[in-house]
């Protein structure tokens, strides 16, 4: 029996022996070098503070893993441009590695200001290649005339009419958007001056937008009558976004159409019509 316990026991040692000779470098030039100490630069770009380059300075580093924000970026580049678009104070962290290992450093950047909404809208001043980008619309019955031309959209008629123009325009959900346009008339008699902004397809021939008006100038709810010169967003009386500055939020991405109508009934939309210019739709950033 301890003849067995002998031989067991020496067997154990032989097994350790070699599985240190196994894990034994065969050569000292394979040496994992010293311990890292991670360090990078982060500077706004000429022109653009909400813009920040960053590089890391780590010596012999060979792989890089950046975390930057409140919202979780990431980048994996030994250089990169990242963007904050709220101003703040945010937290940039740096895990770089090296053949001694990984090594962590981390840095604040203060952002002074927001960056300014971006308008996605085409054709917005309304200049002659305005027009490849708006689609007249017939809603049924006598088309109201709607031309562009000198840096403005026209919308007029001497009678009873109806018509619209439209755009398609892409958003995401959850950002937050603003409408504009400059509108200008001498005063109208039982008009309307709609916009919608919906993801409903416009149809020709169909009326549009079943009373879900974003913003509209209507005579019979105070506003369009007299003479007027200001932002619809502002000024407009009537629509389920009035007073909202133009605001608007979505709750899923897709495809929304910006649909300007304008019309009236048993009356006209003035001398010389109604004029929009400097329609924007601008998405915040």
Not at 251 to 274: D, Q, R
Request: include cysteine; glycine fraction near 12%.
């Amino acid at each position: 029996m301890k003849s067995f316990q002998y031989i067991s026991r020496m067997s154990g040692l032989c097994l350790l022996a070699a599985a240190l000779h196994a894990c034994t470098p065969e050569s000292s030039s394979q040496d994992l070098g010293p311990l890292p100490v991670a360090s990078f630069t982060a500077a706004p770009l000429s022109g653009n503070a909400n813009r920040i380059a960053i590089a890391s300075t780590t010596p012999g580093a060979f792989m890089w893993q950046w975390q930057y924000g409140d919202a979780g970026g990431t980048s994996s580049k030994e250089k990169d441009t990242i963007t904050f678009s709220k101003k703040g104070t945010y937290a940039i962290q740096l895990t770089a590695y090296t053949r001694g290992g990984a090594a962590t450093a981390a840095q604040q950047v203060t952002i002074a200001n927001d960056l300014p909404p971006v308008n996605v809208l085409k054709g917005s001043t309304m200049d002659a290649d305005a027009t490849q980008y708006w689609t007249v619309l017939n809603t049924g019955g006598t088309q109201t005339s709607i031309s562009i031309a000198n840096g403005v959209m026209n919308f007029s008629n001497t009678g009873n009419t109806n018509g619209a123009i439209y755009q398609a325009v892409q958003v995401d959900a959850n950002r937050n958007y603003y409408f504009s346009g400059h509108v200008k008339g001498n005063g109208a008699t039982n008009t309307w001056f709609e916009i919608y902004i919906l993801p409903d397809v416009p149809v020709q021939g169909s009326d549009y937008g079943n009373g879900k008006k974003f913003v509209a100038l209507n005579t019979w709810a105070g506003c369009g009558g007299a003479a007027f010169d200001g932002d619809i967003a502002t000024i407009g009386c009537d629509g389920d976004y009035k007073g909202q500055n133009g605001k608007i939020k979505f709750a899923t991405a897709g495809t929304i159409y910006i649909v300007i109508k304008a019309g009236s009934s048993g009356g006209t939309m003035g001398n010389g019509g109604i004029n929009i210019d400097d329609v924007t739709f601008s998405e915040e950033q």
